[in-house]
């Protein structure tokens, strides 16, 4: 047989925080908090974003299609790693592994890539707001998102696949608590240069230019705001533009740091916590930073709170 595949194909064995078993009990908990206020809060968005009128527009089509990516985002990890971090067996089957390995990819290339799209909404909203439903016209947007998903999918299969042809030599030790592209590269038993450089090219398209866009919208945002004379329309656009930012700088931060660095600097506990923070704990604060900041998300599940209450009261009665 092969000797790329003569172990792995009966599964990987994720070491995660095994050498720390208190630490895995507290993170456990960590995680199932984070994951319920990631799915509480970013079906909330959608809910309130749907059933309400007033957000029929691009900017909350956008905020929705990064609610539902945070959910399936998240969704696609934290089943497996509470499996991993409550039980003694850490093993993950080949094909498990390979699903998670090209969906995390999938999923991170898209907020990569929306994010940039949605400070274009933005610039456009700000620096050109006579023309912006005519420019932001639906068709346009679900064009974009389109396009987000296709892009993103396509770097997915070019980076996994080459990752997963490296031979391994039955190695099956992953040190990670996920199926996670650098963690499966490690592992092979062949100088892997040629494709670490091939990971790098791609993170420098798919993370660093759209990074470059926003930057750019938002130095024109600057601007188009520092220009306004009445002050409510100042602080409307620095609420709403904050918000994206906020989020912007964390996500980025945290993938640039881990990713974007020849030769990986990062320690290999420090990568885990911060791949935890970016999986987990970044896509429970999405709702929370986009509903703090922004009055009209807030009368927004304000009203869909009451309606809750009186189809509970109802049906109480009846």
């Known amino acids: 047989m092969d000797q790329r595949n003569c172990t792995s194909l009966h599964g990987f064995i994720l070491l995660g925080f095994s050498d720390h078993p208190k630490l895995e009990m507290v993170l456990s908990g960590v995680v199932i908090v984070f994951y319920l206020i990631t799915l509480v809060g970013n079906t909330a968005i959608i809910l309130a974003s749907l059933l309400d009128s007033h957000l029929h527009t691009p900017m909350y089509f956008f905020l929705r299609n990064l609610s539902l990516l945070d959910l399936c985002f998240t969704t696609s990890i934290v089943p497996q790693m509470l499996v991993n ?44 707001p006579l023309h912006y439903l005519v420019i932001m016209n639906p068709h346009l947007c679900l064009k974009m998102v389109i396009t987000v998903w296709s892009i993103s999918l396509a770097n997915s299969l070019v980076l996994c696949t080459l990752t997963l042809n490296l031979p391994r030599c039955g190695n099956n030790l992953l040190d990670h608590f996920l199926c996670e592209l650098p963690a499966m590269v490690k592992i ?68 640039i740091y881990l990713y974007l660095q020849p030769g990986n600097n990062a ?31 807030k009368d927004a599940l304000k009203k869909l709170m009451r309606v809750k209450f009186t189809t509970l009261k109802r049906n109480w009665k009846s």
């Open 85 to 128: 971090l409550w039980g003694h067996d850490k093993t993950i089957s080949y094909v498990g592994c390979v699903i998670q390995l090209y969906v995390y990819m999938w999923f991170g290339s898209i907020e990569c890539l929306l994010l940039a799209v949605m400070s274009y909404d933005r610039f456009t909203a700000i620096c050109k």
């Open 188 to 255: 092979a038993c062949i100088d892997t240069t040629a494709v670490e450089m091939s990971v790098f090219a791609l993170g420098i398209v798919i993370v660093l230019t759209p990074l470059i866009l926003i930057l750019i919208s938002y130095g024109y945002i600057a601007k188009a705001v520092l220009r306004m004379k009445p002050k409510a329309g100042q602080r409307k656009a620095v609420n709403t533009c904050g918000s994206h930012l906020t989020v912007v700088s964390i996500f980025y931060g945290t993938i």
């Open 267 to 297: 320690s290999k506990e420090q990568g885990k916590f911060l791949t935890l923070f970016y999986t987990i704990i970044t896509p429970s604060l999405n709702p929370l930073i986009y509903t703090l900041r922004n009055k009209d998300m």
